[in-house]
Structures are given as C-alpha cells and as structure tokens.
C-alpha cells in the first residue's frame, strides 16, 4: 500500500498569510494526487486533481505541485472561509489512500 | 451540476447489516467509476471502495473485503454498497464520490453500529 504523509498536522496561521502544506508519498505516484477541504461537519470538497490542475470553481489562491513523492498545496492569501482540515490522496493504485489530514486553524 | 445523494444510514447492532444508496445526478453516470468513502467520528479519511462504470469491476479495502459489496444500477443511475457482518469500527459517515480522483462529494450518510 502507499501511504500518505503529511505535515504539519496543524497549524495556526492569521488572515493573509500564505500557507504551505506539504504530502509526500511513500513510492512515486507521478501526478495521480488531489487535494480536498473539509469543514466541520461538511463533505469533503475537490480543490486539486492531477497534483497542479484546479478543480472548477476553485479560486486561483489554491495552488499545488509537486510529482512523483513530494507535493505541496498552497493557499497565497488566508482567508477566513479557508480556515479547515485539507487532505491529500493518492489515485496512482489501489488502495487509495489519504494523508493524515492538516488543520488550519486561526492564530 | 453533479449530484450525489446518499441514503439508507442509521443505527444497526453488531453483526447486523445494512444497504446504502446514492442516487446521482447532473452527469452521465455509465460513463465513470464511483467510490465509497468513510469517515469514523472525530477521524480522517478512509477509502472504502470503487467499482467501473460498467459494474464489471471493483476494489475493496482490505478491511471491509468480504464483508461489504458494491453494485450499481447504471438505469437507475444508484451505487450501492451492501455491508454485512458490521462491527463498532465501522461506524462512520459514508459517502459517495465520483471516480477515483473522488472530484465530487455526497453529503454523507451517517452509520452507527451499537448494541
């Protein structure tokens, strides 16, 4: 099985910062890697496919990259609607797997 | 718009089973895989299960294989996943989503399995 890493768990972050959050898989998975947001007692939302490519309807201050076992998901400019627990899931092979999950919270 | 609705959730004892249901909308539903995904309380994320867009093919968990099984009824547009022999750990919200890149999301369905 792959398995999903990421960092940080957490983190505290105000308005306006930019905000990096980093997965890495255990074997390469070239690009097969989303990201999602979950809110309280909400589904989880598609922001990311294809490791860089954005989800329609997903503003431009979402970014990712990465390829093969290191990724990172971006958002340039923190807003308060952004404030979440983000995921990231590998879809190169079965089982599909999740990262562990990193909480953003207000500072 | 896609649309996912999912249903058939509740309280169920130990040992006992259940059938979820979700009902789509807004795409062409033969034309893609669709997963199940679970979510235990206070948890993360846990892949359950995909099946092909024909119904010809699907993938388990390793720890729901043999106990739960996805179908889809292309007609009617529904995926379906049977669980038996459940257990206190699967008590989670399930939901469905569509392919494996899971791009669209139901709300859920909440299972809990209680004596």
């Known amino acids: 099985d792959i398995q999903m890493t990421q960092s940080p768990s957490s983190l505290s972050a105000s308005v306006g910062d930019r905000v990096t959050i980093t997965c890495r898989a255990s074997?390469?998975?070239?690009?097969?890697l989303a990201w999602f947001q979950q809110k309280p007692g909400k589904a989880p939302k598609s922001l990311i496919y294809?490791?860089?490519n954005l989800q329609s309807g997903v503003p431009s201050k979402f970014s990712g990259s990465g390829s093969g076992t290191d990724f990172t998901l971006t958002i340039s400019s923190l807003q308060p609607e952004d404030f979440a627990t983000y995921y990231c899931?590998?879809?190169?092979?079965?089982?599909?797997?999740f990262g562990g999950g990193t909480k953003v919270e207000i500072e | 718009e896609v649309q996912l609705l999912e249903s058939g959730g509740g309280l169920v004892q130990p040992g006992g089973s259940l059938r979820l249901s979700c009902a789509a909308s807004?795409?062409?539903?033969?034309?893609?895989?669709m997963s199940w995904v679970r979510q235990a309380p206070g948890k993360g994320l846990e892949w359950v299960s995909t099946?092909?867009?024909?119904?010809?093919?699907?993938s388990y968990a390793d720890s729901v294989k043999g106990r739960f099984t996805t179908s889809r009824d292309n007609s009617k547009k529904t995926l379906y996943l049977r669980m038996n022999s459940l257990s206190a750990d699967d008590t989670a919200v399930y939901y469905c989503?569509?392919?494996?890149?899971?791009?669209?999301w139901g709300q859920g369905t909440l299972v809990t399995v209680s004596s």
């Open positions: 074997q390469d998975i070239s690009i097969y």
């Open positions: 989503a569509k392919q494996t890149l899971l791009d669209s």
């Open positions: 899931q590998q879809y190169k092979s079965y089982p599909l797997t």
């Open positions: 099946i092909s867009g024909s119904g010809s093919s699907t």
């Open positions: 294809a490791a860089s």
């Open positions: 807004g795409f062409t539903f033969s034309n893609y895989a």
